[in-house]
């Protein structure tokens, strides 16, 4: 067989090369596959070259790329997997030539008939993507015999033809993927928005109730049922509102009331709040805090809320008997807050879980001190939307300690002071 010239094959090389860099680049696939065929032509001086898929649902070879004049004719074009060339050369994933195509056994009336040509010979190579056969890629009626150079060609756009295919299907099934998962967030936002909003009227009847007849009742008995009714009441309120602020967060839903405010203070009125909590386990709060006011521009309810997270996560996992610092110091333009504990800390594998939503850590502890795995992620995204970061250090068995920072307001940017420091 005649090889071709070694001018015309580093033509066709440096042709190959430039498709390849380009298959990143080009989105349309089947522009790209054209582009293959044309280049096929014209390295091999044939007058036909066509790109086959398998199709799964037929069990059948499908032309996905052929002459431009042809598409409308080869997308409803099939050819078998048995009994053709095409079929051979797809189910042995062999390359073959077959030089006088009308003497061959496999030789097929109706696919010349299917595209209105009479075949003289052939060169057919298996599209191949990690050791599976997808399809073929076949060049037809070349003047001269097919040779080894020409089938090293066809087998080279092969394999570049192979990977534009699988990576289109793979970027559409991502893409399709994006869209369901965007659906599902949609709808569970949707749903979580219409259950906060009908059970807030419900349980606010509950406690309305409840609270009244807890004020006229003088019986002892049937106060401690309302005291059970309205504590339980309080925590279903409690977990519709955490599960509302979370998702109005994801969906950047949440409105900052924005002014300037003392951080100090918010610490203050927090561990106020938590204080019987604290004393009910015999936990010490450790208190290290500037005099001078720390003052940022935030909205107070959201940061209290996160604030007020992180202390009930800390008395929640520690031990009778334990203390938790709560520290602040300047940081540049910042102010670093700091809730430190020697509870029962953080396995270290579930450290970069535990602001996930509905992230609990180890069952048999959930179980223990309950919860949705809701508080944590809140705290995160109250830090967040006011453009601060948190973060978390812990050591199984010895404690945790999570610490966010915030920016300063400007006029408290220059500021310092002395610690103000107590034991509870």
């Known amino acids: 067989m005649q090889s071709i010239n070694s001018k ?36 091999i001086h044939c007058d036909v070259s066509n790109v086959l898929l398998y199709e799964p649902e037929t069990d059948l070879l499908k032309y996905i790329a052929g002459p431009v004049g ?11 997997i048995g ?4 079929g051979l050369v797809y189910r042995t994933a062999k390359s073959t030539i077959v030089d006088h195509y009308q003497q061959d056994s496999l030789h097929s009336p109706q696919i010349e008939k299917d595209l209105g040509l009479k075949i003289k010979n052939l060169a057919v190579v298996p599209l191949l993507f990690r050791g599976d056969t997808i399809g073929i890629f076949e060049s037809l009626n070349k003047v001269e015999d097919f040779d080894q150079d ?4 066809l087998e080279t756009l092969a394999s570049q033809a192979a990977i534009a295919i699988l990576s289109n299907s793979l970027f559409d099934e991502v893409q399709q993927a994006y869209r369901k998962v965007d ?23 509950i406690l309305g109730h409840a609270s009244f007849l807890d004020e006229i009742t003088e019986d002892k008995q049937t106060k401690q049922q309302l005291e059970v009714i309205i504590r339980n009441a309080n925590r279903l309120k409690s977990i519709i509102e955490d599960i509302s602020s979370v998702n109005d967060a994801q969906n950047g839903a949440s409105h900052l009331m924005y002014r300037i405010l003392s951080l100090n203070q918010v610490l203050y009125k927090a561990l ?8 009910q386990k015999d936990i ?21 809320l996160a604030i007020n997270h992180l202390l009930s996560n800390a008395i929640t996992f520690s031990d009778v008997g334990c203390h938790i610092m709560v520290s602040a110091e300047k940081i540049s333009t910042y102010v670093q807050v700091s809730i430190a504990d020697n509870g029962i800390g953080i396995p270290v594998n579930d450290l970069p879980h535990v602001f996930d939503r509905f992230f609990q850590v180890q069952s048999h502890l959930t179980r223990k001190h309950g919860g949705m795995g809701l508080g944590l992620s809140i705290t995160k995204s109250m830090i967040e939307l006011h453009k601060g970061q948190i973060w978390v250090e812990s050591i199984e068995g010895k404690g945790s300690k999570f ?13 310092s002071g002395k610690t103000n420091a107590f034991v509870d």
Do not use: W
């Open 272 to 279: 106020d709040q938590y204080m019987p909590m604290a004393h």
């Open 284 to 304: 010490s709060f450790l208190v290290k805090i500037p005099e001078s006011d720390f003052l940022i521009d935030a909205d107070e309810e959201k940061i209290l």
């Open 150 to 153: 020409d089938l090293m060609i």
């Open 83 to 86: 009994n053709t060339i095409e």
């Open 8 to 43: 015309r094959q580093l033509q066709t090389y440096e042709r190959l090369t430039e498709l390849s860099r380009g298959i990143g680049k080009i989105l349309d696939l089947e522009t790209l596959l054209y582009s293959m065929t044309e280049l096929a032509c014209d390295s």
């Open 403 to 415: 610490s966010f920072i915030l920016p300063l307001a400007i006029s408290s940017r220059s500021s």
């Open 70 to 80: 042809q598409r409308s004719i080869l997308q409803n074009i099939r050819v078998p």
């Open 183 to 205: 659906e599902l967030e949609r709808m569970k936002s949707n749903f979580i928005a219409i259950t906060s909003h009908e059970l807030r009227t419900p349980i606010g009847l």
